[in-house]
């Protein structure tokens, strides 16, 4: 699986990753709910396994993109990732490859612009 944060497709579907949608889809829930107790990440990566809009969103949440106040809340989250500092970013690609690994896929992860991180 290869993600691209520039030019990602709108209708983008990580849903149908692995053969069987559905047991992916059972599997991803489970994982989530033991990678993380952070409800804002909770929501958006249960929101991938959708498309459209709220999916689209989500994935821009993840990539630390700046999300307009009404966007914030069609995902149901309360702010924007990098909000408090990078940790968040830190911790939200930590949490994407245990997530990959949890439900038997990996994630290779190419870092650019590291230096337009917040501090």
């Known amino acids: 699986m290869a993600l691209a944060v520039d030019g990602v497709a709108r ?8 053969s069987n949608a559905l047991r992916w889809i059972t599997r991803l829930d489970a994982a989530v709910s033991k ?5 804002n990440l909770a929501q958006v990566l249960k929101q991938l396994r959708g498309s459209g809009d709220l999916a689209f ?6 990539t630390g993109q700046k999300l307009a106040s009404k966007e914030l809340q069609e995902i149901k989250v309360t702010r924007n990732l990098s909000e408090v500092g990078v940790g968040d970013q830190v911790i939200m690609l930590q ?25």
């Not at 209708?11 to 692995?18: F, K």
């Not at 969103?57 to 993840?62: E, H």
């Open 11 to 18: 209708d983008a579907d990580l849903s149908g990753l692995g």
């Open 35 to 39: 990678l993380t107790t952070d409800v």
């Open 57 to 62: 969103s989500s994935w821009r949440w993840i």
């Open 95 to 119: 949490v994407l490859g245990n997530l990959a690994r949890a439900v038997g896929h990996t994630l290779i992860f190419c870092v650019d612009e590291m230096k337009s991180c917040e501090m």
